[in-house]
């Protein structure tokens, strides 16, 4: 699996179709092919968040699998009737493991220029340009951020959280996550 490119924001968000709870229920079978589809239909999210929160380290592979162990393990105990959806569970996993991270290794500063470039289209060569340097500096601001506004950031803005999904994600109040 690799790593996915952290900035600018795509224009849809990333949160994916909640997965069917007959599948859901294979997986906490232990069936091979449903947990190879919950993983699948699930780790673009998971590696969008982590490589846009911790930037381009390869320790975002090791990371994301953690999330998947973690979940599959607990995903006995996930009420499929509650409030949670089962993509702000990974989330909340993912931004839990995170910190630990953030925890262990010293923040190392990202380079905008090692940063993957936007993909070219039909505009001319200044468009394009400026598309580019514009990325680099959204890239910039957002890796200059704190680790918490950046994980705010990046689930409000590139995956499409609601306030009260934030809250719940990041474990704080709902005045604390606007």
């Known amino acids: 699996m690799a790593a996915v490119s952290a900035l600018p924001p795509?224009?849809?968000?990333?949160?994916?179709?909640?997965?069917?709870?007959?599948?859901?229920?294979?997986?906490?079978?232990?069936k091979p092919l449903a947990i190879q589809s919950f993983v699948q239909h699930h780790q673009r999210m998971v590696f969008a968040f982590?490589?846009?929160?911790?930037?381009?380290?390869?320790?975002?592979?090791?990371i994301a699998q953690e999330v998947f162990?973690?979940?599959?393990?607990?995903?006995?105990?996930?009420?499929t009737s509650g409030p949670a959806r089962i993509s702000t569970w990974?989330?909340?996993?993912?931004?839990?493991?995170?910190?630990?991270?953030?925890?262990?290794?010293?923040?190392?500063?990202?380079?905008?220029e090692a940063r993957?470039?936007?993909?070219a289209n039909s505009d001319g060569p200044e468009a394009l340009h400026q598309r580019r340097e514009l990325a680099r500096a959204m890239t910039t601001a957002v890796y200059s951020l704190s680790h918490d506004q950046r994980e705010a950031f990046i689930l409000v803005e590139i995956h499409g959280l609601s306030m009260e999904e934030l809250a719940e994600v990041t474990r704080v109040p709902v005045g604390t996550a606007k």
């Not at 795509?10 to 232990?30: A, H």
């Not at 982590?50 to 090791?62: A, F, H, K």
């Not at 162990?69 to 009420?79: E, G, K, M, N, S």
Request: net charge negative.
């Open 10 to 30: 795509s224009p849809v968000p990333l949160r994916p179709v909640e997965f069917d709870t007959t599948l859901i229920e294979d997986c906490r079978l232990g």
């Open 90 to 112: 990974l989330l909340t996993i993912a931004s839990r493991l995170s910190v630990d991270e953030m925890r262990r290794a010293p923040r190392r500063p990202v380079d905008a």
């Open 69 to 79: 162990v973690r979940a599959l393990h607990a995903l006995p105990r996930f009420d």
């Open 116 to 119: 993957p470039e936007t993909p």
């Open 50 to 62: 982590l490589g846009r929160l911790l930037g381009p380290q390869t320790v975002v592979e090791d």
